[in-house]
């Protein structure tokens, strides 16, 4: 978990959701910071534009079974949390599974990454069974990395 401390960017995601398919068009640059709480849960803070606000979305990711899997519990439903692969000083690729759904996402340590952690990424998507229609590459510029205390979501 410690290696995953710190800031990180959102590069790209893979994911059948619709949103991200009918709002491909406006994705916004989004970073997050994750900090290990007691040596094992992460609490992950998402900074991103809403209407041209910045917002924090936080977030808590209890430890899971195994080594590298954490867990999101809500009212109805539970998102799996997996590291893929990662190398703590320059990218993470993280997949997210709730019920039959899965989604992968790539983190960078800098809004740009390598050309090879790019084909990294691409293999492990279409190794769940998805393809490049759905994969979706964010901003690398206009982030956000504070909002106001009117503009946090718990």
């Known amino acids: ?5 710190g800031k990180w960017f959102l590069v790209g995601m893979a994911s059948r959701c619709s949103y991200l398919a009918e709002h491909s ?25 809403l209407d041209r ?7 808590h990711y209890l430890p899971a079974q195994a080594p590298g899997r954490f867990l999101r519990r809500r009212k109805s439903s539970k998102v799996d949390v997996v590291v893929g692969e990662a190398d ?13 759904s899965i989604s992968v996402k790539l983190y960078g340590r800098t809004s740009l990454v390598s050309d090879a952690v790019v084909d990294k990424f691409e293999q492990r998507v279409r ?9 979706y590459y964010f ?5 956000c ?4 205390e009117f503009h946090i979501l718990d």
């Open 1 to 5: 978990a410690m290696q995953l401390s």
């Open 25 to 49: 068009h406006q994705l916004e640059a989004t970073m997050v910071t994750v900090t290990v709480l007691d040596g094992q849960s992460l609490a992950i803070s998402t900074f991103r534009k």
């Open 53 to 59: 606000m910045c917002w924090e979305i936080r977030q």
């Open 88 to 100: 703590p000083s320059s990218f993470t690729i993280l997949y997210y599974q709730k019920g039959h």
């Open 127 to 135: 190794a769940v069974g998805l393809s490049e229609d759905v994969t």
């Open 139 to 143: 901003p690398t510029y206009g982030f």
């Open 145 to 148: 990395d504070s909002a106001d």
